[in-house]
């Protein structure tokens, strides 16, 4: 059952900017935080972003901070994943994921995610 629908991806040449948004299903369901995850072909999902609902406390991968942004509607439940001066590397499919336990707080683990979308493909061109 899909709970979160992501969405905004596209195709973009380098250094193009895109924004992807998260928004929830049918389902309801709650959550500490939200996250961004990747997956590029031949490579295991990693995590990109995440953000906690009641602060607003970012977290950020290395490879993409000053580039990302996350921020969340809380009255909308969406997330929004700002992506500018996109490279190929970020070439991807980007999952948004819900975290139900604030486990994210501590590790942004995948695991700590129960709730994902299906995914959005990212195409950076160069």
């Known amino acids: 059952q899909v709970h979160l629908v992501g969405s905004g991806g596209g195709l973009v040449q380098l250094g193009g900017s895109l924004r992807l948004s998260c928004a929830p299903s049918g389902r309801t369901f709650s959550s500490v935080s939200m996250g961004w995850f990747r997956q590029a072909p031949g490579k295991e999902r990693e995590f990109v972003a995440a953000v906690t609902w009641i602060s607003g406390t970012t977290y950020y991968a290395d490879s993409v901070k000053g580039r990302f942004t996350i921020s969340r509607d809380n009255a909308k439940k969406t997330v929004y994943l700002q992506m500018n001066s996109l490279k190929p590397e970020d070439t991807a499919v980007y999952y948004c994921?819900?975290?139900?336990?604030?486990?994210?707080?501590?590790?942004?683990?995948?695991?700590?995610?129960?709730?994902w979308g299906q995914g959005t493909q990212v195409t950076v061109s160069s």
């Open positions: 994921a819900a975290d139900p336990r604030g486990g994210s707080l501590i590790s942004q683990d995948d695991d700590e995610f129960d709730y």
